[in-house]
């Protein structure tokens, strides 16, 4: 009978189907529940252990809602000042060669202040890769506009929306580092679904390996939400993606390395 | 048997690092120390030692990677003039933040601004007391000769790793343009990845089965330990304050009065001196090797045996209220300076010493 069943009797070795990598440390997330952060943690540690390279990688974290990335993840890892994390990636490279190297940032970081070291880790052909979380909006500093808000989209800084005119249009990084000669692969993903976890998964996976052959840089965005500063219920906020965000950022690979 | 060799000082620089074993430089082009990554570059250091060599996308770009090369353990620097060296603020304050070794080099122009080209010393308070924001200092050397700028980039990195923090070459156009007879070191093999791992057991090479990972941060949401964090800092520099002081003394013996001058305008000041003292001034100088931590101590013994104490530097007068805090009010102490990339002449000081105290 179900209600004789203890908790003991279900957690047993043979009865594991799930568990989490251990190179994502013990320490709860920070992040908000429904968040995408947490997942795409999970999927970069997960290759990292399926490359058996915890002792051979570097990973670099942003300023941002993922500026305690390091908490979470059991490697060595450096923190960087807002937008430079691709500068102390090339470093990092640089004198590590063989170490496989990450930078992990979100929109604020990536696309805004650190335009400048983005663009050119990605036209000098950095052997890194890129892991960009796109929620379209600064989340760690209270739901500011960030580049990527969406035109119309309401922020603290643009309360009534987006003006295209004054704002500009919301800046598709990915598809602009895919133009330089630079970057080996580009690529657009989500983590809202099995299915999209497991391309995402496969792409992370793909973007770490491409360091071994040394032809470039590799840039996986991934389009998550942000539930809390779109003021959303988690599962609103995936729609809210699917149906706004999906449409001017589509997923997908956007330059793929002839084989 | 000593190899002499006649170099600028920028060039003087660059040498000395590949010799020293440094593991990467990152840079960006400005006047008037440009010849650094152009004789690195020139080199081929990545044949002769397997040095990296970048030229960054900006001096913010430049110092982060620093930032990151120091974190990792090796042997990195950059080199800027003053408004890049401002650029690099936020590095600086990110890497004393981050306890990190690295070795910067100012060639200091004049400001404010773009300012110009030519010599200056205006960046005594940005390098001295901090620069960038939060309470930190960095240990800065202040060279006088080619000589001087070759020999401080092993002294800087001998200090950066023993203290954990970043040391300023704080020098100046002239210092970096000018040629000078240079005797150059051996050439020194840089480390291996084992030994940097054996060398630096907190910097992130890779997370072995054996450690904790590595952590390369300067963040503490915790304001407590944010607050003993800051006390460590203090405690790191009250100690460098006490073990590390440098400075040359010229014809301080038998002196009246007293130049205290670093860099450039100490090379002026001793010439000053002879004439001073071909029309019976008795005067010498005190030269500040380091800036800080600075000489307070010898300089408050000095003003027990001087009338007056005369601080010169290319500036509107930086230094001297570092010399005023040393003597405590005990005697007076003046400034004379020139600005805008002007360095005085000899004469000029000796008349100035002669108007503020006789």
Redo the contacts between chains.
């Keep these: 009978m179900a209600e004789n069943i203890i908790n003991n009797d279900i957690v047993k070795e043979e009865n594991l189907v799930y568990k989490k990598t251990p190179l994502l440390t013990d320490k709860p997330l920070s992040y908000c529940p429904g968040c995408g952060h947490g997942t795409a943690h999970r999927l970069v540690t997960e290759v990292i252990e399926e490359l058996n390279a915890q002792d051979s990688t570097l990973g670099v974290a942003p300023v941002g809602c993922s500026v305690l990335a390091y908490e979470f993840m059991d490697i060595d890892m450096q923190q960087a000042a807002h937008g430079r994390a691709p500068a102390l990636a090339t470093a990092l490279k640089r004198l590590y060669p063989e170490h496989y190297v990450f930078t992990y940032q979100g929109d604020g970081d990536l696309a805004a202040i650190g335009t400048a070291e983005t663009i050119h880790a990605c036209n000098r052909g950095e052997n890194i890769t890129i892991i960009f979380v796109n929620n379209g909006i600064y989340g760690m500093t209270g739901g500011q506009m960030a580049p990527t808000t969406l035109p119309g989209m309401k922020s603290s800084t643009s309360p009534y929306g987006r003006e295209v005119e004054t704002m500009g249009a919301p800046l598709k990084m990915t598809e602009l580092v895919a133009q330089l000669p630079g970057t080996y692969y580009v690529t657009r993903q989500a983590v809202h679904t099995p299915a999209a976890v497991r391309k995402a998964k496969k792409a992370i996976k793909k973007a770490f390996e491409n360091q071994k052959l040394k032809k470039g840089l590799s840039f996986v965005e991934i389009v998550s939400n942000c539930n809390s500063g779109w003021k959303m219920t988690p599962n609103q906020a995936n729609q809210w993606m699917v149906d706004n965000m999906f449409p001017y950022y589509p997923l997908g690979d956007i330059k793929v390395p002839e084989e | 048997m000593k190899e002499l060799r006649l170099m600028k000082g920028n060039e003087a620089i660059a040498e000395a690092a590949i010799r020293a074993g440094v ?2 430089y ?1 840079g960006y082009p400005i006047t008037p120390q440009s010849e650094v990554l152009e004789y690195l570059t020139l080199q081929k250091p990545e044949e002769r030692t397997g040095m ?1 060599v ?1 030229q ?3 001096e ?3 110092i ?6 120091a ?2 353990g ?1 042997m ?1 620097m950059t080199s800027s003039s003053s408004p890049g060296i401002s650029l690099k603020q ?2 600086i304050t ?1 890497i004393a933040g ?1 306890e990190l070794p690295c070795m910067i080099l100012n060639v200091v122009r004049g400001g404010p601004g773009l300012g110009t080209i030519q010599p200056a010393q205006s960046d005594y308070f940005q390098a001295v007391k901090g620069g960038g924001h939060g309470d930190y200092k960095m240990i800065v050397l202040a060279p006088a000769s080619v000589q001087e700028m070759y020999d401080f980039v092993e002294l800087s990195y001998d200090l950066a790793f023993k203290y954990r923090t970043p040391v300023m070459i704080l020098s100046d156009g002239a210092i970096g343009q000018m040629m000078e007879k240079v005797e150059i070191g051996e050439q020194k093999t840089r480390l291996t ?1 084992a030994e940097v791992k054996e060398k630096c057991p907190w910097a ?6 054996n450690r904790e ?7 503490d949401l915790d304001s407590n330990k944010q607050e003993i964090f800051n006390h460590k800092l203090q405690a790191k520099y009250k100690e460098i304050e006490e073990a590390e002081v440098r400075f040359e003394e010229i014809e301080t013996e038998d002196a009246e009065y007293l130049f205290v001058a670093y860099g450039t305008s100490s090379r002026i000041c001793q010439k000053s001196i002879q004439l001073a003292r071909a029309k019976g001034l008795k005067v010498g100088l005190l030269r500040p090797i380091t800036l800080f931590p600075f000489p307070s101590k010898r300089l408050k013994e000095l003003s027990k045996q001087v009338k007056g104490i005369l601080s010169v530097e290319m500036s509107a007068g930086q230094m001297v209220e570092d010399v005023k805090l040393a003597v405590e009010c005990s005697i007076p102490v003046e400034h004379f300076g020139r600005m805008g990339g002007i360095i005085p002449s000899p004469g000029e000081v000796v008349e100035a010493l002669e108007q503020k105290f006789l």
């Design positions: 593991d990467g990152f990296v970048l960054a996308e900006s913010v770009a430049a982060n990677m620093v930032y990151a090369g974190g990792a090796k990195v936020e590095g990110y981050a990845d992130t090479t890779g997370k072995d089965a990972r590595n952590i390369i941060t300067s963040l």
